[in-house]
């Protein structure tokens, strides 16, 4: 019995399949609040703990619209309304040769914010989780597959969920400390 | 066992793109081992030792560049470009292959550029790094360099943002930032392994820190593969971009053999061409030296001696249309300058860029040609010098003898100029000599996804 508050349990597999499985079987046992870890994406494995986000893609396209309109708008105004030069009489707005600078900022805003973007979504830097205190975890970027199910998961029982865990076939069962 | 092993037999014919044997954990183990060695292996240290040595005569001329001007370089009136800008469109043509190799090969679902993309991203930073510098050196007042940029100045002038000059400024520095980014983002789980991995205190920090704390995290992985793919869907428009701008530095001019609408596609064309031909260059002593044979497989060597031999086509094609052209409009001044690109003072640089560029590579047809490593070897070096004599050709050809006979000159390279050009290559090595020691130059995680794909498909 913890005395002390856990972050939740976890359970360590051999193979992705093994994990896939387990993580399918845990979601429909009721399991809401867990996470699985992995040295490699999955495919399927977010799906099957009903995991999404769709916010990375917009973020892309917002970003690269601020680019696409910033970098036009600059040009504009520069070469329009602060720093006129009468070449010729050729119009200011010269919109064709605006055009190369103007794809290149929107390139560069539309690949920070996927840089930036992932970065914030997924919380990092995060130098700190509780899964790092248990010890096998640093397989996880190695070899091993981990699905960690959260005590501040609605149906998790400390015994009932770690002998839940015991039923899938794991490699073993651990206890993660906050 | 549940662990995937590569599947022992594998379809006849073809050789595979991975060693057989690997599992995940001895694919983490080998690529972390190269840095994680207390034992650094003794060609890093010549290697390391004789580029800093020419990184150092780099710095030396810059500083005499600065301090004495560009009276140093050759360039003269009216070869107001010299090698300053051949090495700086050379440099940026070498970076395109690697931005090839991560962001078109993933969008094309081709497999095998697994092991290839993170040192040819890497190539790709150096080499952009190197060629940054050639702009700002070949300044008459490099110090004012930032008036590029459009920045709120007390002399109330702005950047003349019609001239591809000042695109390219854009184009470079935008291509620097999303390689860097791209080549970071898939660093960061193979940072988190090596954080793993280490045992000493200072390389668990600081592969640590920069790793972020991941941890994979199936909705981590999930968002990052999505923008790993959105950022290889950018870097692609990117790549071809840039090297049209730097093409429109010389196809925006007025000069015979320059001011012609076949200058981006070629220049393209012959950028992804001795880009491969530099990753060639280096994954072939790379994968001898650290014993990587089985993950850089021959299967790859030959894949990219058939990109390069393509792309060698495209050129080659280029070549002919640009002369069949200047013949074709009945310019006097485009037929005058095909003659003497061909037939004049410096004809003997043409028909050896032809001998480099063109006829060595045909080569590669010839199976027995593209499966021997050290042939592949020598033809991709034989194609990076053909590359730099081709960008000799287009810059100071055309200038040197254009619409005036009155203005026509002759340029040669200085000791400078040669000291620079090497400097720049010591500086690139160097850097990729760094790149090896600290950090997993085969992209770990990539692997391991690849072997769980092989072994999937085979069920």
Not at chain 1, 142 to 164: H, S, V, Y
Not at chain 2, 49 to 78: D, Q
Not at chain 2, 207 to 230: D, Q, V
Not at chain 2, 346 to 370: A, D, E, S, T
């Amino acid at each position: 019995m913890a005395t002390l508050p856990i972050h939740g349990l976890m359970a360590e597999f051999h193979s992705p399949e093994a994990l896939l499985h387990a993580a399918e079987r845990a979601h429909r046992q009721g399991f809401k609040r867990m996470d699985a870890y992995t040295p490699f994406p999955i495919e399927g494995l977010a799906e099957a703990m009903d995991l999404h986000d769709r916010r990375v893609p917009l973020i892309v396209l917002l970003g690269g619209i601020a680019g696409c309109l910033g970098g036009f708008f600059l040009q504009y105004w520069l070469a329009v309304i602060d720093y006129p030069l009468n070449v010729g009489g050729r119009p200011l707005n010269s919109w064709p040769a605006f055009i190369p600078v103007t794809f290149e900022m929107t390139i560069l805003f539309a690949a920070l914010s996927a840089f930036l973007g992932v970065l914030a979504l997924n919380g990092l830097p995060m130098p700190y989780h509780p899964v790092f205190n248990v010890e096998q975890f640093e397989l996880a970027s190695r070899n091993r597959f981990f699905l960690c199910i959260e005590a501040d998961d609605p149906t998790f029982d400390r015994d009932g969920t770690w002998k839940f865990l015991e039923s899938l076939g794991p490699d073993g069962v651990y206890q993660v400390d906050r | 066992m549940a662990e995937p092993l590569q599947p022992s037999s594998p379809p006849p014919g073809s050789p595979q793109i991975i060693g057989p044997g690997h599992t995940f954990a001895t694919l983490t183990d080998k690529i972390s081992a190269i840095v994680l060695t207390q034992h650094t292996p003794w060609f890093w240290y010549v290697g390391f030792g004789v580029s800093f040595l020419l990184v150092l005569v780099l710095f030396f001329c810059i500083a005499a560049l600065i301090t004495r001007g560009i009276g140093l370089f050759g360039v003269n009136i009216p070869v107001g470009w010299g090698f300053a800008i051949v090495n700086f469109v050379w440099w940026i043509g070498i970076g395109h292959a690697g931005t090839l190799i991560s962001a078109i090969l993933l969008l094309l679902r081709q497999k095998w550029r697994q092991s290839i993309n993170r040192f040819a991203e890497a190539m790709t930073l150096f080499a952009v790094a190197s060629a940054g510098l050639f702009p700002i050196i070949h300044l008459g007042r490099p110090w004012f360099f930032y008036w590029l940029f459009p920045y709120p100045n007390t002399m109330d002038i702005q950047p003349q943002f019609r001239s591809p000059l000042v695109w390219d400024v854009f184009a470079v520095s935008t291509y620097f930032t999303v390689s860097l980014l791209f080549w970071f983002l898939g660093l960061i789980p193979d940072l988190a392994t090596l954080r793993d991995r280490a045992t000493a205190r200072a390389p668990r920090f600081i592969y640590g820190m920069l790793a972020m704390g991941w941890r994979g995290s199936a909705i981590h992985w999930h968002r990052y593969e999505m923008a790993y793919l959105l950022l290889a869907g950018l870097a692609t428009p990117l790549v071809i971009s840039v090297h049209t701008v730097v093409s429109f530095d010389f196809a925006a001019a007025l000069v015979p053999g320059w001011h012609s609408t076949i200058f981006p596609p070629y220049f393209v064309a012959g950028a992804i061409y001795s880009g491969f031909a530099m990753v060639l260059t280096i994954a072939i002593p790379l994968r001898r030296l650290y014993g990587l044979a089985d993950l850089i497989t021959d299967r790859h060597l030959r894949n990219m001696g058939v990109v390069m031999l393509a792309t060698g086509m495209v050129v080659a094609y280029g070549y002919l249309m640009e002369t069949f052209t200047a013949w074709y409009s009945g310019d006097i001044f485009e037929r005058y300058l095909s003659m003497n690109r061909m037939f004049g003072p410096y004809g003997y640089m043409y028909w050896l860029l032809i001998l480099f560029n063109i006829l060595i590579p045909q080569l590669l047809w010839v199976r027995r040609v593209h499966t021997n490593v050290p042939l592949l070897f020598l033809i991709a070096i034989s194609i990076n010098i053909g590359m730099w004599l081709e960008r000799y050709v287009i810059v100071v050809v055309s200038l040197h003898r254009d619409y005036l006979p009155s203005a026509w000159g002759m340029y040669s390279g200085t000791i400078v100029d040669y000291a620079v050009l090497a400097g720049s290559m010591g500086l690139f090595v160097c850097l990729l000599f760094l790149f090896i020691r600290f950090l997993p130059m085969i992209s770990i995680f990539e692997m391991r996804e690849l072997v769980h794909d092989l072994s999937e498909q085979k069920k």
